[in-house]
């Protein structure tokens, strides 16, 4: 089975979708790997340096199974052999043209982020290394914008206290951004609306944020939060608004899949915050979690910096890719057989739930109902 990665074309994306070092290990394994000539430079990885761990450079469309980062564009999938094989970020519940064209080109599409989060699939969990990626710079980009220190420091010419920092939504890239914080030596609460990450957020050294929202847990299936309702929204925004207050910086990372990002952080509680406060808003991409986010930017607003990022992992392109690399590695693993051919087992649950497109058609639930798709 021969496996290519194409270099990424979206704007500011400097992943690639393998490394060498993995490289090295799938040739190991009897698989033939083709690299497309500077697929790596964004990454610091040489077509050399591909060619050294076993790879050929050629086209990178030219695979049984093509692995990418980024979804694909138009013509990028106009690029796919008949009957291939696609691995990457699909957006399954957001992008439907693309995942329409994908079923159009009878192209076997499976996505990173439909990957099931069961224990036997860690290894293979994009969302989760590439949050890591966003958590931590998101926190070194709040203690870069703040005008203050993170941490406490007692010196000759006084003693500076201690930034506060408030994390809100603590899955996989909160809870990096609190480890960083912590790490920088901030006061760190942080809040969510599922009541099970209240030990996490501890073991961490942070606080957990009593919200009282009368809330008993919003935890709904796989893990993920469920949709607040508008009276628990509304609520919610306003008890934040006067922790908001307190606070020298605001991480937000709260999402709920395939919707908008909960709107948690309002103009007024921007205005409660202090001059040269910062707001760091990871959701920027689905919307934002502040109501004054520009995504892409970075702004000033009531003398509060707020930025939005957009595409974090692409800003840490070495480890960003190495880790999301070897999620590639581990999926590719339950893909092929002992004879290191492309063996897909649709009974399989990972290979089923992660598959988008297969024989024309649109068969994951999720992005059939984004298309429209009716069973
Ligand atoms: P996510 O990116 O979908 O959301 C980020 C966080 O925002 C979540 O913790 C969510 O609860 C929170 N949130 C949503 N609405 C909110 C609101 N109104 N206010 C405050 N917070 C809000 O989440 P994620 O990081 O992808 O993690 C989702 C779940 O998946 C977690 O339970 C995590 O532990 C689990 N997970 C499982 C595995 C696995 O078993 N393989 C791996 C990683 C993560």
Known sequence: M????PKETAAGERRVALVPEVVERLVQSGLQVTVEAGAGE????????????????????????????????AEEIGRLGDGSVLIGHLQPLTAAET???????????????????????QSMDALSS????????????????????????????????????LVLGAG???????????????????????????????SLGARFLELDMGLED???????????????????????????????????????????????????AVRNMSLGSVIVDLAAETGGNCELTEPGETVVKEGVTIAGPLNLPASMPDHASSLYARNIQ????VMV?????????????????ACITRDGQIVHEGARDAAGVTA
């Open 42 to 73: 964004g990454a610091h990885h040489a077509d050399a340096a591909y060619e050294e761990a076993g790879a050929a450079i050629g086209d990178g469309f030219s695979g049984d199974v093509v692995v990418k980062v980024a979804p694909p564009t």
């Open 330 to 333: 581990s999926l590719l693993g």
């Open 337 to 353: 057989n002992e004879n290191a051919e492309l063996a897909l087992d649709f009974e399989d649950e990972v290979i089923a739930g």
């Open 172 to 202: 996989v890239a909160g809870l990096q951004a609190i480890a960083t914080a912590r790490r920088l030596g901030a006061i760190v609460q942080a809040f969510d609306v599922r009541s099970a990450v209240k030990e996490q957020i501890e």
């Open 218 to 268: 919003a935890e709904a299936a796989g893990g993920y939060a469920r949709p607040l309702t508008d009276e628990e929204q509304q609520r919610q925004r306003e008890l934040l608004a006067e922790e908001i207050g307190n606070m020298d910086a605001v991480i937000s990372t709260a999402a709920v899949p395939g919707r908008r990002a909960p709107l948690l952080v309002t103009a007024q």
């Open 99 to 121: 995942v329409r064209a994908l079923a159009d080109r009878g192209v076997t599409s499976f996505a990173m982020e439909a990957i099931p989060r069961i224990s036997r699939a």
């Open 130 to 165: 590439q949050a890591t990626v966003s958590g931590y710079r998101a926190a070194l980009i709040a203690a870069q914008e703040l005008p203050r220190f993170f941490p406490m420091l007692t010196t000759a010419a006084g003693t500076v206290r201690p930034a506060k920092v």
């Open 2 to 5: 021969n496996v290519a990665v």
